[in-house]
DNA sequence: TACAAAAGTGGAACCGGTTCCACTCCGGTC
DNA sequence: GACCGGAGTGGAACCGGTTCCACTTTTGTA
């Protein structure tokens, strides 16, 4: 276990002063001549030197690095995101500190800390809808912050990168009521959350268009933790006048739900249609295969990762951004024409 | 966009030296008169003053940081183990920094690299294979390694976490030899990694304790990456002598042989009986439900902690450990007995 | 009361980079 | 030949913490 060598180390081996060593190391940094940049780098290859990011980090003010904060890396969604954000961000030459959240606010207020102690120069996050001045202070310390999938609404300035949420809802809606249903459950995200009010307004919007009624009852907004999914399934299928269609945009809470509609054994699509958001690579592997709305995760990622180096680097309007990607409706199998009452 | 106050800002407003209000941020590190910590607490907080990492990271040699190499966070397996890792990590404070390989050697030692000059105490990795230099440098330098269910056989002196894989294909091979199957297909990982090499010893064991002899056709060994699974999938199925059985010891490939397998269309246990490693979320959601080895994922990841931070430590003996964890075999309804030549 | 030990404190060096600045060489220009 | 500007260089301050050490004050004990 020998110890790193330092720029001190590399300087006097090579003769020259630690000021000429940085200079190579940071090569818009000033002039250095021809001949010693060789001799230098021949010696930090020789001593197998690398820069400490701290050091670096302590005299320049900050790292090149950011923050990724999400909720659940075993949530697929979650995963692919982080891989794609990881990914894209390497080749920009920027680092990323995953951090997982468990949806809970006190964590996530842990995680804002620590990516402060770390100086990160931006973070990119699925907020829990808390932490409001936690997330102002931030910003207000110089961090830029992104929000992907959802936002708050009371942190106005922030950008935000998210799928067409209302049209992707209505465009799941509508191919259902045209299929003739008009009894359809959805399991959407918390009301608190912009995702979970912009999709029941989408399938508001949906009956709007087809001139059926809501019938509330059948609207279920649930946590993104736990199993609310699962039983919101389960519940809606108890009742007397049960649904004919499903629909489950609350993309935490998929699995929990599919897991339920199998146990309780309904036939899909004879008894149910089913529509769920997110094209998890599952989806396709049950049986029937299900009908998807595909969130462009990729689009996601590149998006928000640009927005965050974007303003990083202050080659970005100050004023906030709103992306929004539009996610594919993927017809599989999982849903049929209702038969017991066709349409006229 | 104020910025931060620094530890002298402290010092001053609170009328002590920048000795008294590190030692208040570092409790055991010296006495300080419980009137003036008093003092210094309020302060802190009423600047809102947090110490930077780097400024602590420069003066004391190394970061409560640890790095995660994985392949690839898309991959179920790796996603868990990252959130466990991350998860349990935390409640030790220690940050972790997530990396992702793609199974590219390059990148790999990219990503080494990044975490020297981060000065981690410590790495979990699931190697890629190549980089053996490297990985012994890291080691050189001081950094803790571990490996997480794959291992380097050149490296010898390093920590190992993984689950008994011979064992855990010697039971699931013979769960399908005492089914009646004679001809069983083995998709498992490069015979270059321990985890490949392993399990195929365990299917040719069991073969060995049932005296049934081993087709070496069956056995596909499979890169990580790419759609190699789904090949051999398809592959074996179109041998004039198909397998009866098939077991993917692949982790990494088991998405994509089983996509294959519902391309093709084989009815499943009717005509393959069929069992894979891993408990991704997904597998009781296929119709049928597939058998599967469960890697204790948890266990996984709480062991190479423990290990990485007992290293880090220093309290652990100097010698190289390996951990091998249970994996338990989940019957569901993937296999049945061989009808078509009943054993005996 | 005397004196050693322990508690409490601040000054300053240090960690390993970056950067400002002063200084020395050059060659080119009037 | 005096002068100027730019290339090339090294010294030293600085970033924000930690820690050693010398020093003063308090406490405990004989």
Not at 26 to 32: L, T
Request: negative net charge; aromatic residues 4%.
């Amino acid at each position: 276990m020998k110890k790193a060598s330092t720029i001190r180390d590399v300087a006097s081996a090579a003769g020259v002063s630690v000021s000429v060593v940085s200079r190579v190391l940071n090569p818009d940094s000033g002039p250095v001549a021809p001949a010693k940049r060789e001799t230098v780098l021949r010696v930090i290859d020789e001593l197998g030197y690398r820069p400490r990011a701290a050091a670096r980090e302590l005299s320049i003010g900050h790292t090149p690095t950011i923050g990724l904060v999400v909720a659940d890396l075993a949530n697929p969604f979650f995963a692919q995101l982080a891989d794609r954000v990881v990914w894209e961000a390497r080749s920009h030459g920027v680092q990323v500190m995953v951090m997982t959240t468990q949806e809970d606010p006190h964590l996530e207020a842990d995680s804002l800390d620590t990516l402060l102690d770390r100086s990160v120069g931006g973070v990119i996050a699925t907020p829990t809808g808390s932490n409001i001045e936690k997330w102002a202070r931030l910003q207000s310390l110089g961090v830029n912050v992104v929000f992907v999938d959802r936002s708050i609404p009371e942190l106005a300035d922030v950008d935000l990168v998210s799928i067409e949420n209302v049209d992707s809802a209505r465009r799941a809606t509508e191919h259902m009521l045209g299929l003739g249903h008009t009894r359809i459950g959805l399991i959407s995200g918390p009301v608190s959350t912009s995702t979970g009010r912009s999709r029941i307004e989408g399938y508001k919007s949906a009956h709007n268009n087809f001139s059926i009624s809501v019938d509330p009852q059948l609207i279920r907004d649930v946590p993104f933790r736990g199993d609310g999914g699962g039983d919101a399934a389960g519940s809606l299928l108890a009742l007397p006048d049960r649904p004919t269609g499903l629909i489950v945009a609350n993309t935490a809470q998929v699995q929990s739900s599919v897991r339920r509609l199998v146990q309780i054994g309904v036939r899909i699509p004879d008894e149910l249609s089913v529509i769920v958001f997110d094209d998890n690579p599952w989806t396709e592997l049950t049986s029937p295969p299900l009908s998807v709305i595909r969130q462009p995760i990729d689009m996601l990622a590149v998006h928000s990762l640009e927005l965050v180096l974007g303003r990083m680097q202050g080659r970005l309007p100050p004023a906030p951004r709103t992306i929004e990607v539009k996610a594919d409706f993927v017809p599989r199998s999982s849903c049929s024409p209702l038969t017991l009452s066709p349409i006229s």
